[in-house]
């Protein structure tokens, strides 16, 4: 594997209901309404983040790649429309376990009061459709073994449990994740 790989930028992109913004400092104001929900973080761990804090980690993040350059950063923000409010966010790190493959694990939070419409759902296979033109061929979640709404985003993108579990959430992938193991590098 090289020392650093290049990784496509995130762009605008557009969903049934939902505009994915490409995530920018600016982003943590509105944010910060949107994560500071107690019940949130029943799901996702921590503690609901200040706005300073929001901004602190979203100047790492649009840089788009981890210092290292070895993974791929994507963050963008869902808004209901263009221009209408924030609903949450979806994100992909993009790694490559061998040179001819690229795999990314995604993540999805939506805002406590617009749960239960499908935005998760919508801007999770926006996020997928996308990356598939790229060239990802592989997907991993980390899910709450609790979190049916999470779970059910996650077979909608076409992964299933693997059995593995990492700091209390079970892997869930849309292939063996066994199998990348075995190919030499």
């Not at 650093?4 to 509105?30: C, F, K």
């Not at 999770?124 to 980390?142: D, E, I, N, P, Y």
Request: proline content about 7%; some cysteine.
């Amino acid at each position: 594997m090289p020392e650093t790989d290049s990784w496509p930028a995130a762009v605008p992109l557009q969903g049934e209901r939902l505009h994915l913004e490409p995530l920018t400092i600016a982003h943590a104001e509105e944010a910060a309404e949107i994560l500071n929900d107690e019940r949130l973080h029943a799901w996702i761990g921590g503690a609901p983040p200040t706005r300073g804090e929001l901004e602190q980690r979203y100047r790492r993040q649009v840089v788009g790649s981890s210092p290292d350059g070895r993974q791929g950063w994507l963050n963008w923000m869902m808004r209901k429309g263009t221009g209408g409010r924030l609903v949450g966010t979806v994100q992909a790190t993009l790694h490559r376990p061998r040179p001819d493959r690229v795999e990314a694990e995604l993540a999805w939070v939506v805002g406590h009061a617009f749960q239960g419409a499908g935005y998760g759902k919508e801007g999770a296979c926006t996020m997928v459709a996308w990356l598939r033109a790229q060239g990802v061929s592989g997907f991993v979640a980390h899910v709450h073994p609790g979190h049916r709404a999470s779970a059910g985003i996650a077979k909608a993108l076409g992964m299933r449990p693997t059995g593995e579990v990492h700091d209390s959430e079970m892997l869930w992938a849309d292939f063996d994740p066994r199998e990348r193991r075995t190919h030499p590098a």
